[in-house]
């Protein structure tokens, strides 16, 4: 007999009332063992809020208002009753609980559902298409919600929407992982890399452990992007001698996989565009002849000159017309990293290696130019020349850098002129008045940390009327809870923010606020696990109070 849901709940219930990371970290290494193949990577998954691997790209598809309809059917009410519970708790999960008890004192049958049958629920959820779709979802998640205890449907409901709500982070899970199965935890980080699903990673730790150091990526399983931290020329050349200064391009990050015909194209959220982006397939996939994965960017050129990164998202976002599409905007790929060349996994040989063989295997012309500099002038000139032909400034990278997925290091670093920005979740939002009444007028952002979300400000400037109601538009179907003229939506946005300063502050649970902070744009392309980390947020604001600007 399988581990049964309720226990998995039990478990959940326990770590959200844990505030200490390594006793967490205990907590859910002494359970790993004891659970058989087929749900230690379910467990593992689940434990973190996610469903499924994150190189998949199934999604269960199923919003708010669905969720409430089922809990609704199955208590025996209607939906207002269920988002007015919510909105009274202001957390679904709890207020789904609240629900079941009082369903439960009239109900005399349940089927104990293991981890396994909820995950098969949710594979059948996911595989659900066309026109009957909502239909049958509405029906596997009523069966669900109908055989569950309240406790259990705290975290089913949680589960559904991808926010757990326990902090039970990667690095938590992955540290975890590592001790269950006394294993070196950068073996585990390094699988982790390359696999990009800690289920799979934790199967392998149990199973074979010598194998992680082996683990090779594979062509159809993206993995994260290489991400860069902020920072300056001088402190790049200084720290590492030569770098490889190359053009920071305004476009939209892409992950593309060839193996002999077949070729697919992923955006940064690790989405298949392949049917939004064509031409760019076709022209990687002519490019070159050999089985590759390419990291670059899609830019869009007019006349020569690049446009904003918002014509590249118009098109990634597309799923019909995009012939008509294709002729407004001309897209173009700028290639600057190879990670997989015929069979062989090239993320671990340092990145001056992997540039030779990228030069080598793809047509020049796609390949994005890069200028080899130890001098601090000879890298200025090449940050003046991007800024003159429109690019947002440039990157400068450590030769001898591996690759190291999903990680924002020091070995790559952008540097770009203009005010500081952060990537910050939506979590709430506030009803406006006057002229922005019957919309949000301000904004709850939040950075995360290890799960968890923690609000660090409202942003309500910076926003013209014409995107005030597209963000409306985006926004009003996530709306989870309300109290007074606040919301709580469910956390899948991420906007840019600039702002003059980062202060402590003892209003918002990160420890943290911003001063005059100003919306930029919502980045459409990243994903909550990519907003910025209290680590992070805590970092620049030691760097600004030491006086070190990042330019």
């Known amino acids: 007999m399988g581990m049964q849901f309720l226990e998995f709940a039990q478990i959940c219930e326990h770590l959200e009332g844990i505030s200490g990371r390594l006793e967490m970290i205990e907590q859910v290494s002494a359970v790993l063992p004891r659970l058989d193949d087929e749900e230690l990577p379910i467990f593992v998954r689940f434990i973190m809020g996610r469903v499924f691997p994150d190189w998949s790209t199934k999604n269960l598809g199923v919003g708010p208002n669905l969720l409430y309809d089922a809990v609704a059917y199955v208590v025996g009410t209607k939906r207002g009753v269920v988002r007015e519970a919510i909105n009274a708790v202001g957390d679904v999960g709890l207020a789904v609980e609240q629900?079941?008890?009082?369903?439960?004192?009239?109900?005399?049958?349940?089927?104990?559902?293991?981890?396994?049958?909820?995950?098969?629920?949710?594979?059948?959820?996911?595989?659900?298409?066309?026109?009957?779709?909502?239909?049958?979802?509405?029906?596997?998640?009523?069966?669900?919600?109908?055989?569950?205890?309240?406790?259990?449907?705290?975290?089913?409901?949680?589960?559904?929407?991808?926010?757990?709500?326990?902090?039970?982070?990667?690095?938590?899970?992955?540290?975890?992982?590592?001790?269950?199965?006394?294993?070196?935890?950068?073996?585990?980080?390094?699988?982790?890399?390359?696999?990009?699903?800690?289920?799979?990673?934790?199967?392998?730790?149990?199973?074979?452990?010598?194998?992680?150091?082996?683990?090779?990526?594979?062509?159809?399983?993206?993995?994260?992007?290489?991400?860069?931290?902020?920072?300056?020329?001088?402190?790049?050349?200084?720290?590492?001698?030569?770098?490889?200064?190359?053009?920071?391009?305004?476009?939209?990050?892409?992950?593309?996989?060839?193996?002999?015909?077949?070729?697919?194209?992923?955006?940064?959220?690790?989405?298949?565009?392949?049917?939004s982006l064509p031409d760019i397939v076709k022209i990687l996939s002519e490019a070159t002849d050999h089985d590759v994965i390419l990291d670059g960017e899609v830019v869009a050129v007019r006349d020569g000159r690049p446009m904003p990164f918002q014509y590249v998202i118009r098109r990634f976002r597309r799923k019909h017309e995009v012939n008509s599409m294709m002729e407004k905007i001309e897209l173009v790929p700028r290639v600057f990293d190879i990670l997989y060349l015929d069979g062989e996994t090239l993320m671990d040989r340092p990145f001056a290696e992997r540039r030779k063989l990228l030069e080598a295997v793809l047509a020049g012309s796609y390949v994005a130019p890069q200028f080899r500099v130890s001098d601090p002038a000879a890298a200025e000139a090449v940050y003046t020349e991007a800024l003159d032909l429109g690019h947002e400034g440039v990157m400068v990278k450590v030769p001898d850098s591996p690759y190291t997925p999903g990680v924002r290091g020091r070995l790559w670093v952008k540097v770009k002129p203009g005010v500081e920005t952060l990537d910050l979740v939506v979590v709430g939002a506030e009803w406006g008045e006057g002229r922005r009444a019957g919309m949000f007028g301000s904004f709850l952002l939040a950075v995360q940390?290890?799960?968890?979300?923690?609000?660090?400000?409202?942003?309500?400037?910076?926003?013209?009327?014409?995107?005030?109601?597209?963000?409306?538009?985006?926004?009003?179907?996530?709306?989870?809870?309300?109290?007074?003229?606040?919301?709580?939506?469910?956390?899948?946005?991420?906007?840019?923010?600039?702002?003059?300063?980062?202060?402590?502050?003892?209003?918002?649970?990160?420890?943290?606020?911003?001063?005059?902070?100003?919306?930029?744009q919502v980045r459409v392309d990243k994903s909550v696990e990519e907003a910025e980390s209290l680590e992070s947020l805590a970092e620049r604001y030691r760097q600004q109070k030491n006086g070190q600007g990042s330019l």
Do not use: C, W
């Not at 720290?239 to 305004?250: L, M, T």
């Not at 995107?467 to 538009?473: H, Q, R, S």
């Open 99 to 275: 629900l079941l008890e009082k369903k439960e004192q009239t109900s005399f049958f349940i089927q104990e559902l293991d981890l396994s049958e909820v995950y098969h629920a949710f594979e059948r959820m996911a595989a659900a298409e066309g026109q009957r779709s909502q239909r049958e979802k509405l029906r596997i998640v009523q069966g669900l919600f109908g055989n569950v205890r309240p406790l259990e449907g705290r975290y089913l409901a949680r589960l559904m929407l991808e926010e757990l709500r326990i902090g039970m982070g990667e690095g938590n899970v992955r540290d975890a992982v590592a001790r269950a199965f006394n294993v070196d935890v950068r073996l585990v980080e390094h699988a982790h890399q390359a696999m990009n699903d800690l289920g799979a990673v934790a199967l392998l730790a149990r199973r074979d452990p010598e194998a992680l150091s082996r683990v090779t990526i594979e062509p159809f399983h993206p993995v994260k992007m290489m991400l860069a931290q902020a920072g300056t020329i001088a402190a790049q050349i200084a720290d590492h001698g030569e770098v490889a200064v190359e053009y920071k391009y305004d476009g939209s990050r892409f992950q593309f996989h060839k193996v002999g015909n077949l070729s697919r194209i992923y955006s940064r959220k690790l989405e298949d565009v392949t049917g």
């Open 449 to 520: 940390d290890q799960g968890r979300l923690l609000p660090v400000g409202k942003v309500a400037t910076g926003i013209t009327d014409e995107v005030l109601a597209d963000l409306y538009a985006l926004l009003k179907d996530k709306v989870i809870a309300h109290s007074g003229k606040e919301v709580t939506l469910e956390p899948e946005v991420v906007f840019e923010v600039g702002y003059a300063e980062i202060q402590t502050s003892p209003n918002y649970a990160s420890g943290y606020a911003l001063r005059f902070p100003r919306f930029v």
